[in-house]
């Protein structure tokens, strides 16, 4: 049976990431009730009232969580809590020193909100995802992390300036490694009925990859953290859940079993997004780029056992 269709959301983790995505979906109306949880009280309190202030321009209704209890019942849980990441540092050096976050967060989201759809936004997202379901007990599909979308969408900005139509006209999705091994899905891409690399050549895909690597290590440099277009992103996932809309998304999910991958490993792959979470769409792809999904999985499985014990 499809759940009922969700319409009370908890934020964890109200830094600049968790304000983008409440401005997100408070703009886009498609939730009833909005949740934002924080160690910094102050400060979230701050963030609850500015919110409250214009509740006469937006239906949802904005609390702060004072305890657990707050979050109870929630529909969907979207998990930024951790530290962010620094200039110049990877998204594997994070693991550690959000892995104890984590722990201190997911057991009692659990034990809240034991039907509730997580979306983990925090870095390096992957191993992030991969923990919180080991940890929360939930079913693989209502435990998913944000992964490569954001980085799918600064790939087909790239590509658009050089091919010189909208970003929405071009299809073309990132996979992987939520960081520097991602993979760009070549041979699949198209834009309108033609295929990518009819229009573009392969050392221009590069490049434009290149820049979809080198994009947060950017904005990070020129603003101190990345968090407007990682709220968008997250606000889209959500309203595919809420509106059941079957869109298909890299989002990052269990591989083993995908593309030729024996790990047991999370990064993204595309996923079909409704009211139940996700659950893997039909993934082909050439050998070459199975190939190097592959050998990524091999040294993402390598490190999750290293730093965070997962096997």
Known sequence: PKRTMPSKVTIIGCGAVGEAIANALVISDEITDLVLSDVVKDKLRGMVLDFQHGQAFHATRVVEA?????????????????????????????????KSIMEHIVPPMAQHSPNAIVIVVANPCDFM????????????????????????????????????????????????????????????????CTLLTELVSKEAISESHKAVI?????????????????????????????????????????????????????????????????????TVLPPEECKHLQQTAAIMHEASKEVLGLE
């Open 66 to 98: 004072v305890d657990w209890a707050d979050t109870a019942n929630s529909d969907v849980v979207i998990i930024t809590a951790g530290v962010r990441q620094r200039e110049g540092e990877s998204r594997r050096d994070l693991m550690g020193r959000n």
């Open 214 to 282: 080198g994009a947060a290590g950017e904005v990070i440099k020129l603003r101190g953290y990345t968090a407007t277009a990682i709220g968008m992103a997250v606000g889209k996932i959500v309203e595919a859940i809420v509106r059941d809309k079957l869109e298909i998304i890299p989002l990052s999910c269990p591989a083993k079993g995908r593309c030729g991958i024996e790990h047991d490993i999370y990064m993204s792959l595309p996923c079909i997004v409704d009211r139940n979470g996700v659950r893997p769409w039909h």
């Open 129 to 192: 995802t991969q923990l919180v379901h080991k940890m929360s007990g939930f079913a693989e599909g209502r435990v998913f992390g944000s992964g490569t979308f954001l980085d799918s969408s600064r790939l087909r900005l790239e590509l658009s300036k050089k091919i010189g139509v909208a970003p929405e006209s071009i299809n073309a999705y990132v996979l992987g490694e939520h960081g520097d091994a991602s993979v760009v899905a070549v041979h699949t891409a198209t834009v309108g």
